[in-house]
């Protein structure tokens, strides 16, 4: 299966590439609006629905054309987007339209198999199919250098086809004919995020009955983060080497032998650490095993069934 990551597309000046695509978007939800609004900011002639109709009032004042139904809005134009609530809104929405001739490009958070069902579904229908997996918050949208980019997967030549377009509202990046990938990254990249979240989690209930603002602590919070985050480059470099004692700073010994005292701090300050034992208790099997001079990597391993 190929796998490449191309270059990201940043969103482009109106004007610098003559006429604007036309475009059909499915969803007028937080992320919906804010598409629409981008491309609507770029001069795309743009075709909306929503399931709830007063959704679109207000991007038909900002110069979009409201589909009297799915059906019809489908049918506006070749590209359309569609993103909606999950895999069971975009079944509902697409039921009773006609996708023949279509370039169908799915927005919507799914699992990859979901998203490889869905493309299979598209292609029956006639209809030429891209998945894909938004990493950015609506604000971000249409925000040149706010940090966001939707993945795609599918069809490298239809990426290429639309890039101009589906780059507008946040960089536009491709990562790999299996039409499953933009959603396997978007779910790995999610999940990231929200074990970030777990441990800011983690960090404010244990200064929450002190006398600490957490205004103050937030920008110590956000720079260790940051500080930390490279360190999963050397996670992939010992996964892809399969030498997990390559280049490693804090060992698996010492971390283990550290984590009591987290666990004692969280009790002494009247805070349950059910955000970190697992990931203790997966340290330790790993130690266990015999990892005690790797870094954290085989936490990895003992992840996957
Ligand atoms: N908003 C965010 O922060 C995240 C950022 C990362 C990507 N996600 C995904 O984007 C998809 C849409 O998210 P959203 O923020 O627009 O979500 P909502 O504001 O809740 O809007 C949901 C829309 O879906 C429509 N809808 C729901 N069920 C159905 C259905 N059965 N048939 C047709 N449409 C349906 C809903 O319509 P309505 O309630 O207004 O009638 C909204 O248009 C999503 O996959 C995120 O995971 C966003």
């Keep these: 299966m190929t796998q490449h990551l191309v270059g990201t597309t940043e969103k482009k000046t109106a004007g610098t590439s003559g006429a604007k695509t036309p475009l059909t ?49 489908v049918a506006a134009n070749r590209l359309v987007v569609v993103c909606l609530l999950d895999d069971a809104s975009v079944s509902e929405a697409l039921d009773g ?32 199919y891209l998945d894909g997996g938004i990493m950015a918050v609506p604000p971000m949208i249409g925000v040149p250098g706010a940090g966001g980019y939707i993945l795609h997967s599918g069809s490298q030549e239809l990426f290429e086809e639309h890039r101009e377009t589906l780059g507008v509202p946040a960089g536009a990046t491709w990562v790999g004919t299996d039409p499953g990938f933009a959603a396997l990254y978007d779910m790995a990249l999610l999940g990231a995020m929200y074990g970030m979240f777990a441990g800011a989690a983690h960090a404010f209930a ?74 203790f208790d997966l340290m330790r099997r790993r130690l266990a ?5 790797e870094d954290l ?9």
């Design 25 to 73: 978007l499915l969803g007028l939800g937080a992320m919906g609006t804010a598409l629409a609004r981008a491309w609507l900011a770029e001069g795309h002639p743009l075709t909306v629905w929503n399931r709830t109709p007063a959704r679109a009032a207000a991007l038909v004042g900002e110069g979009a054309r409201a589909g009297d139904d799915a059906a019809e809005a």
């Design 97 to 128: 339209t006609d996708l023949a001739g279509k370039d169908l490009v799915n927005l919507t958070t799914t699992t990859p198999a979901e998203a490889r069902a869905r493309a299979r579904w598209a292609q029956e229908r006639g209809a030429r």
């Design 206 to 279: 244990l200064v929450r009955k002190e006398d600490v603002d957490p205004v103050a602590l937030a920008p110590l919070l956000a720079d260790w983060l940051v500080a930390m985050a490279p360190s999963v480059h050397r996670t992939a470099a010992n996964l892809r080497s399969g030498d997990y004692t390559e280049g490693v700073v804090s060992n698996l010994a010492m971390q283990v032998a550290g984590t009591p005292a987290f666990l004692r701090a969280a009790e002494e300050q009247g805070v349950s650490a059910e955000l970190l034992r697992p990931y």
């Design 289 to 293: 095993g015999g990892g005690g001079d």
């Design 297 to 305: 990597t085989g936490v990895v391993d003992l992840l996957v069934r």
